[in-house]
């Protein structure tokens, strides 16, 4: 036997594999700051996407030959670790020719600017979301407004309609918006493909219902606010959805794709997440009306 025969033939099972269990399979409670800046050894979520982000933010590359899709950019003091993420896995940042968001808060947006800077990447968003961006989140009409951070300006963003498909070479996402978190919410769909495998891929948005003491989702002269929530709740319901992601990984997340074997059944594939998720956020919306109906009541 010729040892470094041998040794490549390790190597180069690994090269695949490794990819995929370098997840650390502790569980994580991504909702806690201290996770927001903590390392996250990136690896392989299905085919050609991969998780970039850090330990309690998600941050989601989809590659290609022809360039790479980059959904969310965590904290603006992320961006050299989500880009150092990316050349973990052997893909350049210049390979990056979209940058996509699902919301415009601090946590999930702030190191979108420099990752564009750096890659040369457009940006594209709804207009909700592009104005907020170009205004460095700083939206008047955020429930969160003024308990969060602003950060850097994004120059330029292009307009992306709901139900829109974007494209880079092969790659083809599709737009839907998800209203709730904030009135730009969005989630993004696409397909990626294993050994001849293609599963449903879902990014879908926070669906916290969060929000500073002023205002209220059942304020009578918006009923926008809970109409675009229930229309949110809807897609999700109905949503292909082999393997649904979101901004704050799941406390199991890891640990289940720490489990991740190449040629064996992706643990991270479970067809009736989005509903679930979607029977999540209904109860969300009660806990909600309840608590403003107490607000009200108190007044």
């Not at 299905?46 to 790479?68: E, F, H, K, M």
């Not at 330029?156 to 083809?172: K, N, Q, S, Y």
């Amino acid at each position: 036997m010729n040892p470094t025969m041998t040794l490549s033939a390790l190597l180069l099972a690994c090269s695949s594999a490794c990819v995929h269990a370098d997840a650390s399979s502790a569980p994580v409670d991504s909702h806690s700051p201290v996770t927001w800046t903590q390392q996250q050894k990136p690896f392989r979520i299905y085919g050609n996407t991969y998780y970039v982000g850090s330990r309690g933010l998600s941050a989601i590359l989809i590659t290609s030959p022809q360039g790479d899709v980059l959904i969310d950019g965590t904290l603006p003091e992320n961006a050299a670790m989500i880009e150092s993420n990316i050349r973990a896995l052997g893909f350049r940042v210049r390979e990056i020719k979209l940058i996509l968001n699902t919301h415009t808060h601090h946590d999930h947006a702030g190191a979108i600017a420099a990752i564009a800077h750096d890659s040369g990447a457009e940006v594209a968003a709804n207009a909700i979301s592009a104005k907020a961006l170009e205004h460095g989140g700083d939206d008047p009409d955020d429930p969160q407004r003024g308990m969060g951070k602003t950060y850097p300006k994004v120059g330029h963003v292009r307009i992306v309609a709901d139900g829109e498909t974007v494209h880079v070479g092969p790659l083809a996402l599709q737009m839907h918006a998800m209203p709730g978190h904030m009135p730009g919410s969005t989630g993004w769909t696409w397909r990626s493909c294993e050994n001849g495998r293609c599963q449903s891929m879902v990014y879908a948005d926070s669906i916290s219902l969060l929000s500073n003491h002023r205002y209220r989702y059942t304020d009578p002269a918006h009923p926008e606010r809970i109409a675009g929530y229930r229309h949110t709740l809807a897609i999700l319901s109905t949503l292909p959805c082999d393997i649904l992601l979101i901004p704050h990984p799941p406390q199991d997340f890891f640990q289940r794709a720490a489990r991740i074997i190449p040629g064996k059944s992706n643990p991270l594939i479970d067809a009736h997440a989005c509903k679930a998720y979607a029977q999540e956020g209904q109860s969300n919306l009660q806990d909600r009306i309840r608590l403003e109906a107490g607000m009200q009541a108190a007044h």
